[in-house]
C-alpha cells in the first residue's frame, strides 16, 4: 500500500469484513449505513509516519512537504468482499475509504480465431486449475447498467469455451463463496468493421540507405501484396506511382513501377544538388504507404573511440579503470591529442521523487603514442538513496576526441553499479508451446 502525507505523524488502518457477495454499485460511495448494514471490523493497526527528506528539500522545510512511502499489509485468505479504512492521527484530515477483494481466481482467456473464446479458471496462488466454476459474461464493466450476456461451466481442467458476442464487456468468476471477483474487462481481435474475408492491399516500401547526400541517388524497391485475416498474397501485374517529398512536403518528382511475379518492383530517384536537408519521403498515391530518409551533407568520419569492456566485477564505491583507444580506419593510430570525458550518474527511475541525473566528473586526458587511454572512476553511490530499494544505478560515461584535422568524434560506456557485485536474472521465452519442454537460463550479471 501506498500512502502520500504531509502534517500526519500516524495513521490506523482498520479491516472491515462485509456479508457482501460482490463490490456493489454505490452511487454514494461508503458511508455510515454501509459499516451499519454490512461490516465489522476484523483487525486494526497503527502505523507511524515521519517526514521523509530528500533532494530539493530544505531540512526546515521537510515537516510541511508531501511525503509518500510504502506499507505492507497481509491481504486475509478467506475469499470476501472487504472494506479498507484509513483514519488519520489527525482529527481534522479526512478518512479514506476503499473496497477491497480477496479471491483465488485468476482467469485467462484466449481468443481461437474463429468466432470462439476459451477460458481458464486458474487458482492465483498455486496456478492448478479450478474445475466446475462459472464464468459469466456481461455487457459493461459497471453492475449498475450490465446485461448478463452468457455463461459457461468450466470442465475438470479448469477450461470452457463460449461464441463470441461483440456486445460482451466484462467477465466474472464465481464457485462457492468465492463470489468477489471484481469485473475484467474482455476484448476479442477482430478484423476492421468485422468484415472477416475481406482483401486490404498493401505495400511495403524499401530504400538502399537511411541517409543521403544532396545530388545522390535513392533505390528504392516496393513489394505489393494483399492481406485478410489469417493469410496474405502478392499482388502482381499492379501499377503504381511514386513520389519524392522534401523535407517541407514539396513534391519534387514522380515515377511508375508495376509489379512482378513476385509482387515487387525498383526505381530511383535523383536527388537535387542543392536542396534543404531534412527528412525526405517517398511515398504511393494509391495505398499511402510512405518510407522515409535524411538528406544531409555530412562527411564519413575518419576514425573512432572504443571502450574495453570492463572483465572484473565492482559494486557502488568501487573504483574501475575503464581502458579504451582512438583508431584511424586506414589502420593508423590517433596519437598524442586530448580526450576529454564526462561522467554521469543516472537514476534508476528517472523522473519518480524528482530524481534527476547528477554529474559526476569533468576531465581532459591525454591519448598515448598508441592512441590508448585510461579513465580512472569512483562509482560513487548517493548520500542518500532516496528510491529505498538498493537500487542499480548506471554510470555513463562520455569520451570526446578532437584530432589535428578537426574532425571530432565521440563515444559512449555505461557500466551499472548496484550494493552487490553480482545479480542474478532469469530468461524465459515469451511463448512457449505446451508440448515443449520448460528450458529456463539462469544468467550471472556483474
Known amino acids: 500500500m501506498r500512502l502520500h502525507y504531509r502534517n500526519v505523524e500516524g495513521f490506523t488502518l482498520n479491516l ?93 482467456t484466449l481468443d481461437l480465431g474463429d468466432n470462439r473464446m476459451e477460458v481458464a479458471t486458474l487458482d492465483a496462488r498455486s496456478g492448478q486449475p479450478i474445475a466446475g466454476a462459472k464464468v459469466s459474461f456481461y455487457s459493461s464493466y459497471d453492475e449498475k447498467n450490465r446485461k448478463a450476456m452468457a455463461e459457461v461451466l468450466t470442465d475438470a481442467g479448469g477450461k470452457a469455451v463460449l461464441p463470441w458476442q461483440s456486445e460482451i464487456r466484462s467477465y466474472v468468476a464465481r464457485k462457492g463463496r468465492d463470489t468477489a471477483m471484481m469485473p475484467q474487462n474482455v476484448y476479442m481481435n477482430h478484423p476492421y468493421y468485422g468484415i472477416k474475408d475481406t482483401d486490404w492491399r498493401q505495400m511495403a516500401l ?73 527528412m525526405f519521403s517517398i511515398r504511393t498515391k494509391e495505398t499511402q504507404s510512405t518510407v522515409t530518409f535524411r538528406v544531409e551533407e555530412y562527411k564519413r568520419p575518419t576514425f573512432e573511440i572504443a571502450f574495453t569492456p ?71 553511490a548517493p548520500a542518500v538513496d532516496t528510491d529505498g530499494y538498493g537500487s542499480v544505478y548506471t554510470y555513463h560515461v562520455e569520451a570526446v576526441v578532437t584530432d589535428e584535422a578537426g574532425e571530432t568524434q565521440s563515444a559512449s560506456y555505461n557500466l551499472l553499479a548496484g550494493p552487490k557485485a553480482y545479480s542474478f536474472d532469469i530468461r524465459l521465452p515469451q511463448y512457449v508451446c505446451k508440448e515443449d519442454s520448460m528450458l529456463f537460463t539462469f544468467g550471472v550479471n556483474m
Not at 472491515?16 to 476484523?42: C, Q
Not at 512511502?69 to 484530515?93: C, N, S
Open 16 to 108: 472491515y469484513t462485509t456479508t457482501l457477495s460482490e463490490v456493489p454499485w454505490m452511487d454514494h460511495g461508503i458511508n455510515k449505513d454501509t459499516y451499519r448494514k454490512y461490516a465489522r471490523k476484523f483487525s486494526s493497526t497503527h502505523f507511524g509516519l515521519k517526514p521523509l527528506p530528500g533532494k530539493d528539500k530544505l531540512p526546515e522545510d521537510v515537516p510541511y512537504l508531501a511525503s509518500d512511502t510504502v506499507f505492507k499489509f497481509m491481504i486475509p485468505r478467506e475469499t470476501g468482499v472487504y472494506i479498507l479504512q484509513i483514519v488519520p492521527d489527525t482529527e481534522t484530515a479526512r478518512t479514506d475509504d476503499k473496497f477491497l477483494v480477496s479471491t483465488r481466481f485468476k482467469v485467462l
Open 206 to 278: 524499401l530504400t538502399d540507405r537511411s541517409l543521403y547526400r544532396p545530388g545522390q541517388t535513392v533505390h528504392v524497391k516496393g513489394i505489393a501484396y494483399k492481406q485478410n485475416s489469417d493469410s496474405a498474397q502478392v499482388l502482381q501485374g499492379v501499377d503504381y506511382e511514386l513520389v519524392l517529398l522534401d523535407a517541407n512536403r514539396k513534391e519534387l518528382a514522380t515515377r511508375k513501377g508495376r509489379t512482378n511475379d513476385f509482387g515487387s518492383f525498383a526505381t530511383e530517384f535523383v536527388l537535387p544538388a542543392a536542396c534543404l536537408n531534412g
Open 310 to 380: 570492463v572483465s572484473e566485477a565492482y559494486r557502488l564505491g568501487d573504483k574501475v579503470v575503464l581502458k579504451g583507444n582512438v583508431k584511424a580506419f586506414n589502420g593508423m593510430m590517433v596519437q598524442d591529442v586530448p580526450l576529454a570525458y564526462t561522467v554521469t550518474r543516472r537514476n534508476p527511475r528517472p523522473g519518480y521523487w524528482s530524481n534527476a541525473d547528477k554529474p559526476l566528473l569533468s576531465d581532459t586526458i591525454q591519448l598515448d603514442t598508441n592512441g590508448d587511454f585510461s579513465i580512472p572512476l569512483t562509482l560513487e
